[in-house]
């Protein structure tokens, strides 16, 4: 998918282009400066997660500590991959608000607020997220399916 996100916390604001790469076992993300040059990559898969970004390497357990500890927010890998798809993540106990067309409006699970303002035909376009003193904003302006 690629979409742009804005990313509020602590009094701070960020924002940048996304290019998200999922797979059943692993995940990228390219996060990208305004002019299209690739600001961070993020890669995680079974093993670990690492993040490149300004010639440095790190490396953790999980993605979303990594993404804490370098850029200090996150995007919740574990449930995003189902959020983006107008779904709940079976895996988790989940509260979900439907739209008059039956679609999920709003989404509470694994302590974040997930609230839908757009779709694009079947799938989301214009998503909000809540958890704690964060928010994103996730915009998704293309997908590219491969169901290899």
């Known amino acids: 998918m690629n979409g742009r996100v ?8 960020h924002s940048a282009g996304l290019r998200w ?3 059943a076992q692993s995940d990228e993300i390219l996060l990208l400066a305004p002019l299209g040059q690739t600001a961070a990559r993020v890669y995680r898969d079974d ?3 690492t993040l490149d970004s300004d010639g440095k390497h790190y490396q ?3 993605v979303e500590t ?3 500890q370098v850029l200090g927010w996150h995007l919740p890998l574990n449930g995003l991959h189902h959020w983006v798809l107008g779904m709940a993540d079976p895996g988790t106990p989940a509260q979900i608000g439907r739209d008059d067309s039956g679609r999920i409006a709003a989404l509470s699970q694994d302590g ?7 779709y694009a035909d079947t799938l989301p376009a214009r ?3 809540s958890h704690e003193d964060m928010q994103l ?3 998704i302006d293309e997908w590219e399916w491969n169901p290899q």
Do not use: K
Request: glycine share 10%; aromatic share 10%.
């Open 6 to 13: 804005s990313i509020s916390y602590g009094g701070e604001r």
């Open 112 to 118: 974040w607020e997930v609230r839908y303002l757009r």
């Open 137 to 139: 904003l996730l915009l």
């Open 60 to 62: 953790a357990g999980d």
């Open 66 to 68: 990594l993404m804490q």
């Open 21 to 23: 790469t999922h797979r």
């Open 127 to 129: 998503m909000q997220l």
């Open 47 to 49: 093993e670990n997660a």
